[in-house]
Structure formats: C-alpha cells, structure tokens
C-alpha cells in the first residue's frame, strides 16, 4: 500500500505556527498593558494555544492528505457519469444529513427558540434548515451542470433576504443573518467545496474556477431565508391567535 | 471532563452524516481504488481528532482571552480603541481560522498559483477586520444593522460590476468560510460583551448580527481585490 499521510506535516505545523502568531501578539499586548492575569490563569491560556496549535495541525493535515484530493477525484467520478441527473438527488442527501445532525444548528435552534417565545416548533426548524441547505446544493449542481453565472441566484437571494426583512422582528434579522454560518461547517467548506471543483473540472465548458467555487456562498443564504420566512410565518400566526384571543375577550364582554 | 466527552461528540455528529453518504457512494457509483478510499477514511480520522483538539483549545485558551479583551476594552469606553482593537481581532482570528485556510488553498491550487493563498488570507483578514470594526461603531452609536446590511450589499453588486468574473464566486464564498469555528464564537463573546458594558444587560441582542457583518466584509474585499488584480 501506498499511503501518504504525514506528508509534508511539517509545512502544515509552520503554516499553524503562523497562523497562530499574530492573535498570540495581540494578546501578549493585552496582558503587558490591560489584563495582567496571574499565572494560572496564563497557563490555561497557554494549555489552550497548544492544544488549538495540535488541533488545528492535525485538521489540516487531514483536509490535505484526504479531503481535498480524495473530494475532488471522487467529484470527477460523479461528473463523469453518463447519468447527471443523480448529481441532483446525491447533491440534496449531502446537504440535508450535513445540517441535521450539525451541532451548531442546535445552537441556533436554541437562539431561535428564546427569540420566538417557544413559538417556532423546533423540528419545524430543522427541517425547513436541512431542506433549504439540501436544496442549496441542488441548485450549486445545477448551477455547475448548465454553467449558469452565481448572479442569478445569489442576486434574487439576497433581494428576497432584504425585503423578508421588512417583515421581521429585529431580533429575528439578526438571528437570521447570523445563521448563515451553521451550514458552512469544516465538512462543507472542504470536502464538498473539493468535490464541487472536481465536478466542475470533468463537466465540459466549465471552468473549475469559475464555476467550481460559489457553493458555499448559496448554502450560506439557505438558513438566511429560512430563518427569516418562518419567523415571518409564525408572527403572523401568534398575531392571529392574538387577534383572535382580543375578539373573543370582546364578544365574552358583550354577552355580560 | 464533561466539555472534552461533549466536544467529541460534537465533532462525531458533524462528521459521520457526510462521511456515510460519501461510503454508500463509493460501494454503489464511485468505486475509487480501495487504496485511495483508505486514504480518505485516515483523513477523515485525522480532521475528526484535529477538530476535536482544536475546539477544546478555543474553549480553554481563546475564547477567554476574546472575552477578557472585549470587557478590557468596553471598561476603557474610549471609541477609537474599541474600533481599533475590534479590527485587529477580527484580522487575526481570521488569519487562523480554519475554513478560510483551507478556501484559500483550493483557490490557490485551482488557479494554478495566480491567486496565492497568503494574499486571499490577507484580503479576507482585512474585510472581516474593518467589518468588526464597524460592528463596534454600530453597537456604540445604535445603528440599525438592517442600514449596515444594505449599504454592504449595495456596494458589492457595484464593485462587482468591475471586477473579473472570476473572482465572483471566490468572493461570496469567502464570505461564508469566515463564519467558522473560532471565528463565530470569539467575535460574538467580543460583541455581546462590548454590548453589555456599554449598554447595560438589555441590550445583549446587540451582539447578535455582528457575524453577519464579519461575513460581508470578505465578500467586498475580495472583490476589490479582483478590481487590483484587473
């Protein structure tokens, strides 16, 4: 066998090294003229640069060695297909189970339950989130298979955020806007991104530059208008009930 | 202990989804040499046991420093360090974030070396730090961030206008990769914390859209970035 898997790790812990430096200036700055923290709390601090130093190592080492070049072969595989059509249905499983199961939707969840008063059914949430992420992708594969410009959806996407946002609460904006990172994990960003480009590359006319990247950018805006249209619904729900609850307040009054 | 069992898990339920669809795919339509798929699984294992290592350190060592800087910073109330410091933050955590790191090596592998990964960190590093930057000005002046969005938006579908096609794509992608794992937890502690010194405990909502913003400035960013490289 013929594996390579700790292949240039030691370029990938200088490039860490480097990566890490500067936010470790700042703070070394911070601690001289601002924070002065005692010793043990330094030393946690230190305890948490090396293990971040460690992890972040042995991350990109993985996404070299086997995300990137594996991703890409395996995406030119898949546009070499004689049937395209089943990039579609495979591109919506990625983006619907990448999301279900993604902790940092649990989170948003959470942030979305406090903001609407229990108001949004959770599992409402998370399948309007997996299905507009599954979606996203289909569209990027689509987008990929016809080489049609990211204009024409990123455009109208972001057109239909702004005026959503008429219609929302100002927390629920901010929420939204905020959510757009729960989708682009480490998984999407490198495996599917890496995928996407092999696609892209065996797909005729298309130029793996051009139409290979922009994936990340559609799957960013499906939790964008996800968010903002069932807080729009579920406004309009509470308000009716509201309304309701006041009419019924009134005809109970007029009957006495 | 709790947090280290927790994170584990955290990384297993983003990572397993993804990696049972690709093994179905490989048995049933891609068939790669075992070989290679051997590769992926090690990388897999790799990124696993690497994010695991990573967020527990976030959580140890830099999450408290981005919220002890951002308390330092709102007791000093002086503007100017605020906005100031706000922008060297959002460059350097962004300088290690991990999904910008590796964007910017697909790009840089992709287009064959013409747009090197070091200045696609940089020009992204920049937008995310004048964008925090203007977050903190937001939060101290009360802007409504509803403005901000679409003045940010506005300006990069002009800038668009003059840059190369290419870059597009890059760009917008750029703006989603900075909400990553170190970048979405420390701007928030440094936002919500500013938020609440300065404008007592009601307004901890504030805090809230400042990811958004982080992400607007790579996009604009970028862009201009191509208007150079044109």
């Given at each position: 066998?013929n594996?390579?898997?700790?292949?240039?790790?030691?370029?990938?812990?200088?490039?860490?090294?480097?990566?890490?430096?500067?936010?470790?200036?700042?703070?070394?700055?911070?601690?001289?003229?601002?924070?002065?923290?005692?010793?043990?709390?330094?030393?946690?601090?230190?305890?948490?640069?090396l293990?971040?130093?460690?992890?972040?190592?042995?991350?990109?080492?993985?996404?070299?060695?086997?995300?990137?070049?594996?991703?890409?072969?395996?995406?030119?595989?898949?546009?070499?297909?004689?049937?395209?059509?089943?990039?579609?249905?495979?591109?919506?499983?990625?983006?619907?189970?990448?999301?279900?199961?993604?902790?940092?939707?649990?989170?948003?969840?959470?942030?979305?339950?406090?903001?609407?008063?229990?108001?949004?059914?959770?599992?409402?949430?998370?399948?309007?989130?997996?299905?507009?992420v599954?979606?996203?992708?289909?569209?990027?594969?689509?987008?990929?298979?016809?080489?049609?410009?990211?204009?024409?959806f990123?455009?109208?996407?972001?057109?239909?955020?702004?005026?959503l946002?008429?219609?929302?609460?100002?927390?629920?904006?901010?929420?939204?806007?905020?959510?757009?990172?729960?989708?682009?994990?480490?998984?999407?960003?490198?495996?599917?991104?890496?995928m996407?480009?092999?696609?892209?590359?065996?797909?005729?006319?298309?130029?793996?530059?051009?139409?290979g990247?922009?994936?990340?950018?559609?799957?960013?805006?499906?939790?964008?208008?996800?968010?903002?249209?069932?807080?729009?619904?579920?406004?309009?729900?509470?308000?009716?009930?509201?309304?309701?609850?006041?009419?019924?307040?009134?005809?109970?009054?007029?009957?006495? | 202990?709790?947090?280290?069992?927790?994170?584990?898990?955290?990384?297993?339920?983003?990572?397993?989804?993804?990696?049972?669809?690709?093994?179905?795919?490989?048995?049933?339509?891609?068939?790669?040499?075992?070989?290679?798929?051997?590769?992926?699984?090690?990388?897999?294992?790799?990124?696993?046991?690497?994010?695991v290592?990573?967020?527990?350190?976030?959580?140890?060592?830099?999450?408290?420093?981005?919220?002890?800087?951002?308390?330092?910073?709102?007791?000093?109330?002086?503007?100017?360090?605020?906005?100031?410091?706000?922008?060297?933050?959002?460059?350097v955590?962004?300088?290690?974030?991990?999904?910008?790191?590796?964007?910017?090596?697909?790009v840089?592998?992709?287009?064959g070396?013409?747009?090197p990964?070091?200045?696609?960190?940089?020009?992204?590093?920049?937008?995310?730090?004048?964008?925090?930057?203007?977050?903190?000005?937001?939060?101290?002046?009360?802007?409504?961030?509803?403005?901000?969005?679409?003045?940010?938006?506005?300006?990069i579908?002009?800038?668009?206008?003059?840059?190369?096609?290419?870059?597009?794509?890059?760009?917008?992608?750029?703006?989603?990769?900075?909400?990553?794992?170190?970048?979405?937890?420390?701007?928030?502690?440094?936002?919500?914390?500013?938020?609440?010194?300065?404008?007592?405990?009601?307004?901890?909502?504030?805090?809230?859209?400042?990811?958004?913003?982080?992400?607007?400035?790579?996009?604009?960013?970028?862009?201009?970035?191509?208007?150079?490289?044109?």
């Open positions: 066998m594996l390579h898997i700790f292949e240039g790790f030691g370029a990938t812990m200088e490039e860490v090294a480097i990566a890490l430096l500067p936010l470790l200036l700042l703070f070394f700055v911070f601690q001289i003229f601002f924070l002065r923290l005692p010793k043990r709390k330094l030393l946690d601090i230190g305890v948490g640069f293990l971040t130093f460690f992890g972040l190592s042995f991350f990109l080492q993985g996404v070299h060695i086997g995300f990137l070049p594996v991703g890409e072969l395996m995406g030119e595989r898949l546009g070499a297909m004689d049937h395209k059509w089943l990039l579609l249905p495979i591109g919506f499983f990625l983006g619907f189970f990448a999301i279900y199961a993604e902790p940092a939707v649990s989170v948003l969840i959470h942030q979305v339950d406090k903001a609407s008063g229990g108001y949004i059914p959770e599992k409402v949430l998370l399948y309007t989130l997996s299905i507009g599954g979606l996203a992708i289909v569209l990027a594969m689509i987008r990929i298979l016809l080489g049609i410009s990211l204009w024409y990123v455009l109208p996407g972001y057109i239909i955020a702004l005026i946002v008429r219609f929302s609460s100002k927390t629920f904006t901010s929420i939204a806007f905020d959510s757009g990172g729960v989708a682009t994990g480490p998984m999407t960003a490198t495996f599917i991104l890496a996407f480009v092999g696609i892209a590359s065996v797909t005729e006319g298309r130029d793996p530059l051009l139409d990247f922009g994936m990340v950018a559609l799957v960013a805006l499906a939790p964008i208008l996800s968010v903002l249209t069932l807080g729009i619904l579920f406004q309009r729900k509470e308000k009716a009930q509201d309304g309701k609850s006041k009419e019924r307040a009134k005809t109970a009054h007029h009957d006495r | 202990m709790d947090n280290i069992k927790d994170t584990i898990l955290e990384v297993i339920y983003s990572i397993i989804p993804i990696t049972i669809v690709i093994t179905i795919l490989q048995f049933t339509l891609i068939g790669l040499p075992a070989e290679t798929f051997i590769q992926f699984m090690i990388g897999v294992v790799m990124v696993g046991f690497g994010l290592l990573f967020l527990l350190g976030v959580n140890v060592g830099l999450l408290p420093v981005g919220e002890l800087i951002g308390s330092a910073l709102s007791k000093s109330k002086k503007v100017w360090m605020i906005v100031l410091f706000g922008f060297l933050l959002g460059v955590v962004t300088i290690a974030e991990p999904d910008v790191r590796v964007l910017a090596s697909q840089d592998t992709v287009s070396g013409e747009i990964q070091s200045v696609l960190i940089l020009a992204v590093a920049l937008g995310v730090g004048i964008f925090v930057a203007l977050a903190m000005l937001r939060i101290v002046f009360n802007i409504s961030i509803v403005v901000i969005l679409a003045i940010g938006y506005g300006l579908f002009t800038i668009a206008a003059f840059t190369p096609p290419v870059f597009v794509p890059i760009s917008f992608d750029s703006g989603g990769v900075t909400t990553g794992p170190l970048t979405v937890p420390f701007v928030l502690a440094l936002g919500v914390g500013v938020a609440s010194v300065i404008r007592g405990k009601t307004a901890s909502t504030d805090g809230f859209g400042l990811v958004a913003l982080a992400s607007i400035g790579p996009v604009l960013s970028v862009l201009i970035l191509g208007v150079i490289y044109a």
